[in-house]
Structure formats: C-alpha cells, structure tokens
T-cell receptor
C-alpha cells in the first residue's frame, strides 16, 4: 500500500495563531480527505479534496496531486481546534490514514 | 438523522471470547467501512462494503468477519478475541466508495484481557 506521512507530528499554538499541516503520499490517489478527531474521539470530516483548493471558514485545504501532497491551513486558531488532524488517501479499494498531527491551542 | 451509530460503546472481553460490533447508518449511503485505531496511530481499514451484498478485505482483515445485513447495517465479528485486538473500532459510511467523503460513528472501545 501507499505511505501517508503527516507533519509535524505535534504542534502547540497560541490562540489566534495560524498553522499549516502537511500530508505527503507516496503514490497516485483517487481522493484525499482531511479529518479532525476531537479530544472526545469523534472523527469529523473537514475536506474531501482530491485536487485543488477548498475553504470552509477559518480552514482551507490544497491538494497538489501531481506532486503528491496536501496542505491544511488553520487561521486564527481557537481552543476548539485542538485535537488530532488526519489525512486519508484512497487508492483503488483501500483507504490509508496518516498517523496524524496533534494540535494543542492554548488560550 | 442520527448519522452513523455504533453499539456497544465499551466492551471488555476475555481471550477466546466472541462478540459482534454493530453499526447502522440512516443517510442512505451505499458504502460502509470498519476501521481500527491503535494508540498513537492513524486508522487502519479492516473490511469494507462497497454496496449492499458485497464485502471486501481491507489492510488488516485477519481475525475478523463482517456482514452487510442490509443497506443500513454492517456488523463486525470477532470469533476468538485476542489481546492484539484491543483497540478502538470505528464504523464509517459514504455515498460511494471512492468519490465521496466518509462519515464516522462514535467508536467502540474494546479491551481484550
């Protein structure tokens, strides 16, 4: 299967700061998704983004499929943004998750 | 709409015992999935069902069986639980397998002693 690598593994931000999370994948993918796992364990989908750029409020994502990476931007971070951010890549019949970026936003 | 529901929320088993994890979705989705999440790791796909009546292996299928009971329900069975199966299990669904986002249930925390 493909390798999905996320960086950084951990991130601590002051409330109001901006951040960029990166997801690299080792082969061509059918689609790429970003998820947020909150401190209670619930997984929420953020973006379905096989290519191009999407924005949703303070969050936006860009996938450059030809260069095999995706970026998640968080602007004006809030304490409720804390949790783990996962990217997941689909190739054929399989879905592969990265190991996540753990984000802590402090007041 | 409840979205994706899972039962039970927590379960403790002894080695060798069997159990079935239940999952149901009310979004009329075609595809359903079972994942496991181990500490410090991302999710790994166990089995999926692209549509009613079909099931296929994911990345880590050994020790598990699944049943797509109908369009709404997808169950995961552990026939003889092992400590290595201690994990959090998530069910998910999507409209179609490869071209749509997945929606996750709240998870089942399973401990095998």
């Amino acid at each position: 299967g493909i390798q999905v690598e996320q960086s950084p593994p951990d991130l601590i931000l002051q409330e109001g700061a901006n951040s960029t999370l990166r997801c690299n994948f080792s082969d061509s993918v059918n689609n790429l998704q970003w998820f947020h796992q909150n401190p209670w364990g619930q997984l929420i989908n953020l973006f379905y983004i096989p290519s191009g750029t999407k924005q949703n409020g303070r969050l936006s994502a860009t996938t450059v499929a030809t260069e095999r990476y995706s970026l998640l931007y968080i602007s004006s971070s809030q304490t409720t943004d804390s949790g783990v951010y996962f990217c997941a890549a689909n190739t054929g019949n399989q879905f592969y998750f990265g190991t996540g970026t753990s984000l802590t936003v402090i007041p | 709409n409840a979205g994706v529901t899972q039962t039970p929320k927590f379960q403790v088993l002894k080695t060798g015992q069997s159990m079935t994890l239940q999952c149901a979705q009310d979004m009329n989705h075609n595809s359903m999935y079972w994942y496991r999440q181990d500490p410090g790791m991302g999710l790994r796909l166990i089995y999926y069902s692209a549509s009613e009546g079909t099931t296929d292996k994911g990345e880590v299928p050994n020790g598990y069986n699944v049943s797509r009971l109908n369009k709404r329900e997808f169950s995961l069975r552990l026939e003889s639980a092992a400590p290595s199966q201690t994990s959090v299990y998530f069910c998910a669904s999507s409209v179609f397998r490869t071209v749509d986002t997945q929606y996750f249930g709240p998870g089942t925390r399973l401990t095998v002693l």
